[in-house]
Nanobody, 123 residues
Framework: QVQLVESGGGLVQAGGSLSLSCAVSGRTFSSYVRAWFRQAPGKERECVAAISWSGSSTYYADSVKGRFTISRDNAKNTVYLQMNSLKPEDTAAYYC????????????????WGQGTQVTVSS
């Protein structure tokens, strides 16, 4: 019913920037909470950023505060993640997620997931 299509990711030097985007498509239209997760080999999946339907409320993991910015364009059904001042520790597979509802809260399950895109930061 709902499909998430990601773009972006790649290889970047430490201190550089990348921008990820993810569009939701399908015939069903509802309000969606949007989020970005990442997972490195041997580590647990973590939510790095989330945004409410209206965009008025955002969440950031402590590890990315001040460096990452999440935004959305509901007219385009697209969420973005601007990543600045990247560090080697940011290297991971990044996943776009969406769930019916208006707000994010810690531990909230998500209904839909993208395929994932690899972000690699070299030192």
């Amino acid at each position: 019913q709902v499909q998430l299509v990601e773009s972006g990711g790649g290889l970047v030097q430490a201190g550089g920037s990348l921008s990820l985007s993810c569009a939701v498509s399908g015939r069903t239209f509802s309000s969606y909470v949007r989020a970005w997760f990442r997972q490195a080999p041997g580590k647990e999946r973590e939510c790095v950023a989330a945004i409410s339907w209206s965009g008025s409320s955002t969440y950031y993991a402590d590890s990315v505060k001040g460096r990452f910015t999440i935004s959305r364009d509901n007219a385009k059904n697209t969420v973005y993640l601007q990543m600045n001042s990247l560090k080697p520790e940011d290297t991971a597979a990044y996943y776009c997620a969406a769930s019916r509802g208006s707000y994010y809260y810690t531990g909230r399950p998500f209904d839909y997931w993208g395929q994932g895109t690899q972000v690699t930061v070299s030192s």
